[in-house]
T-cell receptor, first 117, second 113 residues
Framework: AQTVTQSQPEMSVQEAETVTLSCTYD???????LFWYKQPPSRQMILVIR??????QNATENRFSVNFQKAAKSFSLKISDSQLGDAAMYFC??????????????FGQGTILTVHP | NAGVTQTPKFRVLKTGQSMTLLCAQD?????MSWYRQDPGMGLRLIHY???????AKGEVPDGYNVSRLKKQNFLLGLESAAPSQTSVYFC????????????FGPGTRLTVT
């Protein structure tokens, strides 16, 4: 079974600085997707960034980028120029790309990010 | 276009009571699913549906039932609520299981006393 582990329950960063959130996963599959979701106090789950396992290039979305290390099964999220609005719970998630996954997302435990002004 | 909506947003039940949570989407999505979120455990899949009239068990299905009588609606039922079912429940939908983008509803906070 696939597992996703976020070993940092809480992280903090100063506004305008950079922070990296860690995620490791375990799977025997070679074709899958990895995601980072943001959950602000409103509870709404917001997709931040995704990475296809077959792509070697790390995904980027504006101030958000990932460091995808497939062999090490590591998928970290870097937030540059942190803003107060980045404060939220962040979830790492895995989904097998094959048809039998039926879209099932496996989530990590979450990391609470605090941004200090 | 309302996206994915969930009804109700909050609910308090007594042990043994029953209730139904409604998830509705107006995006003509085939795939719908229910997750529960508990502190320190992330979100876990309860049940899912790959199309109208179909349902299947996810990771933590015990104590829940679901129905997908209409394509746009996915209902989650608790027949006899237990305190262990106190959680935040999320519905998600997508065009197909293979589509990476899943749209989440705003969540329902359920407390069972």
């Amino acid at each position: 079974a696939q597992t996703v582990t976020q070993s940092q329950p809480e992280m903090s960063v100063q506004e305008a600085e950079t922070v990296t959130l860690s995620c490791t996963y375990d799977t025997s599959e070679s074709d899958y997707y990895l995601f980072w979701y943001k959950q602000p106090p409103s509870r709404q789950m917001i997709l931040v960034i995704r990475q296809e396992a077959y792509k070697q290039q790390n995904a980027t979305e504006n101030r958000f980028s990932v460091n995808f290390q497939k062999a090490a099964k590591s998928f970290s999220l870097k937030i540059s120029d942190s803003q107060l609005g980045d404060a939220a719970m962040y979830f790492c998630a895995y989904r097998y790309a094959g048809g039998t996954s039926y879209g099932k997302l496996t989530f990590g435990q979450g990391t609470i990010l605090t941004v200090h002004p | 276009n309302a996206g994915v909506t969930q009804t109700p947003k909050f609910r308090v039940l007594k042990t043994g009571q029953s209730m139904t949570l409604l998830c509705a989407q107006d995006m003509n999505h085939e795939y719908m699913s229910w997750y529960r979120q508990d502190p320190g455990m992330g979100l876990r899949l309860i049940h899912y549906s790959v199309g109208e009239g179909t349902t299947a068990k996810g990771e933590v299905p015990d104590g829940y039932n679901v129905s997908r009588l209409k394509k746009q609606n996915f209902l989650l039922g608790l027949e006899s609520a237990a305190p262990s079912q106190t959680s935040v429940y999320f519905c998600a939908s997508s065009y197909s299981p293979a589509t990476y983008e899943q749209y989440f509803g705003p969540g329902t906070r359920l407390t069972v006393t």
